[in-house]
C-alpha cells in the first residue's frame, strides 16, 4: 500500500474511532475492531460493534468530504448482515459527511443493488437518513421502556 492508500486508511480509523468514543459517551459499550478491512477472509469483523443493555448496533463506517452516492461490496453487506444476526442486532452504515459533524445512519436494508452486484446509498436517501443522535435516543427508549 502506497502513502496515499496508508492515509485514507488512517483518515478512516480516525472516524472509526470518533463513532466508538460518541457511543461510549452515551452509555454504550463499544467495540471498534482494528481487523476491519483486514486480509482475514474466513472471520468479518464490522467497524464498530455497539450495545446498550442488550441492543446490538453493528455499524460500517463511511466518512465523506462531500455528500456523494455510498458503494458497498456485496461481500461486505453479506458479512454484516450475517455478523448482526448472530448477535441478534441490527446493521447500519454510519456515513459522516467531514466537516458537518453529523453521523446519518441507515439501515443496511435500505440499500439499493446495482447492476454491477455492488450495494448502493443514494444521496437523497443519506439526506434522509436518521441523525445519529436519534437512533440513540430510540434505543434508550426501547429499552426503557
Same mark, same amino acid.
Given at each position: ?34 481487523? $476491519? ?18 441492543? /446490538? ?42 466537516? $458537518? ?7 443496511? /436494508? ?36
Amino acid at each position: 500500500m502506497g502513502k496515499a492508500g496508508a492515509e485514507v486508511r488512517r483518515k478512516g480509523f480516525a472516524h472509526e474511532r470518533e463513532l466508538a468514543k460518541r457511543l461510549y459517551e452515551e452509555g454504550f459499550a463499544v467495540i471498534r475492531a482494528p481487523a $476491519s478491512g483486514s486480509k482475514l477472509k474466513r472471520i468479518f469483523y464490522p467497524d464498530v460493534v455497539a450495545i446498550y443493555k442488550g441492543k /446490538t448496533l453493528v455499524f460500517e463506517v463511511k466518512a465523506y468530504s462531500k455528500l456523494d452516492y455510498v458503494y458497498l461490496e456485496e461481500e461486505k453487506i453479506k458479512r454484516i448482515v450475517d455478523f448482526s444476526e448472530r448477535a441478534g442486532g441490527r446493521s447500519f452504515i454510519a456515513v459522516k459527511i467531514i466537516g $458537518s459533524g453529523e453521523w446519518r445512519v441507515i439501515p443496511v /436494508t435500505e440499500l439499493e443493488r446495482t447492476k454491477k452486484g455492488y450495494y448502493s446509498l443514494k444521496i437523497s436517501k443519506i439526506e434522509k437518513a436518521q441523525l445519529l443522535e436519534d437512533l440513540i435516543k430510540k434505543v434508550k427508549s426501547d429499552v426503557n421502556d
